[in-house]
């Protein structure tokens, strides 16, 4: 009896833990409301990933018209290709939260509105985990 009890607690202070790893990751992302065609704006993102220390990734689609340069990388390879912005880690930094940020240049000609959205997906116990970042 003893036995089963102590394996209960057990699970249940893993169970625990995990929901509380998960439920402290965040991302905020600011960028301006409005950027007109052929002007540049500046896109923060705060990873708060508590003590994740995995591989993850953030990444964001982009519309055409549009193109990413790296202003601080938060020690994540960079990369912008086929209009996705992509910053990955083989593995998270100690810090529990992580600030990048991006130019994104519009395309003098462009015209309309776009959304930024992103994900933040990470590995936490062996599985790949995922946190929307909306704007």
Same mark, same amino acid.
């Given at each position: 009896m003893f036995y089963k009890l102590l394996l209960l607690i057990n699970f249940l202070s893993v169970l625990s833990v995990n929901l509380l790893v998960d439920g402290n990751v965040k991302v905020d992302m600011s960028a301006p409301g409005q950027?007109?065609? @052929?002007? !540049?704006?500046? $896109?923060?993102?705060?990873? =708060?990933?508590?003590?994740?220390?995995?591989?993850?990734?953030?990444?964001?689609?982009?519309?055409? @018209?549009? !193109?990413?340069? $790296?202003?601080?990388?938060? =020690?994540?390879?960079?990369?912008?290709?086929?209009?996705?912005?992509?910053?990955?880690w083989l593995r998270l930094p100690a810090e529990e939260e992580i600030t990048i940020s991006y130019k994104v240049k519009v395309h003098k000609r462009l015209k309309g509105t776009f959304e930024l959205d992103g994900t933040f997906s990470y590995i936490d116990n062996n599985k790949r985990e995922s946190v929307e970042a909306p704007l």
């Open positions: 950027v007109g065609a @052929g002007e !540049e704006m500046t $896109v923060q993102v705060t990873l =708060n990933k508590s003590d994740l220390r995995s591989f993850a990734r953030f990444q964001q689609q982009l519309p055409g @018209g549009l !193109e990413a340069e $790296v202003v601080d990388d938060g =020690n994540a390879q960079f990369r912008f290709e086929d209009q996705t912005v992509k910053f990955i």
